[in-house]
């Protein structure tokens, strides 16, 4: 099961991977929108790059950045000043809960770089279907935006940028 977690994850990882910066204010004026929040949404899935799966589950690993670490266990990715491309950096941490139906990664982060501001991480993954889907949410300054709504946007970025 683990490793269909992975698998989805990277998925995702595959569909944003196009998404590039875009010119723009330092902080949102208006409320956020889901391609705000692309950058950080591939700053999370980017992290799974890196996971050796064995050592994963054997007591866990930890994942350089551009700047900062990522200390991912089975349970808990702790992120300290992570940054896998320089620009975004989250600090804080995110339960993971691998067993549950459907998978779990939740928890609070703080971001800084070209968006700053606190976000709530509530995704969940169901590896029972026969694709693995991604759902739940990104709560960023309170104004919650879904997992559907965050691809929907990764996918017209990524169309812009080709």
Do not use: H
């Not at 099961?1 to 569909?15: F, K």
């Not at 991977?17 to 204010?25: H, I, Y």
């Not at 950096?89 to 691998?98: F, I, M, R, S, Y």
């Not at 509530?122 to 709504?149: Q, W």
């Amino acid at each position: 099961m683990r490793p269909a977690l992975l698998s989805l994850l990277l998925a995702t990882v595959a569909l944003l991977g196009c998404s590039e910066e875009k010119d723009s204010p330092t902080a949102p004026q208006a409320p956020v929108e889901a391609a705000q929040l692309v950058p950080v949404l591939t700053a999370l899935l980017d992290a799974v790059e890196g996971i050796d799966v064995v050592d994963l589950l054997t007591g866990g690993q930890q994942i350089e950045g551009v700047q900062g670490t990522l200390d991912i266990t089975a349970t808990q990715w702790t992120f300290d000043g992570y940054s896998p491309d320089g620009q975004t950096v989250l600090d804080g941490q995110l339960t993971a809960n691998l067993l549950a139906s459907p998978a779990t990664l939740q928890g609070d982060l703080e971001i800084d770089g070209e968006l700053q501001g606190d976000l709530r991480v509530d995704f969940t993954f169901d590896l029972s279907a026969d694709e693995p889907e991604l759902g739940g949410s990104l709560t960023f300054e309170g104004i919650e935006i879904s997992a559907d709504d965050l691809i929907a946007a990764a996918q017209i970025v990524g169309a812009g940028t080709d």
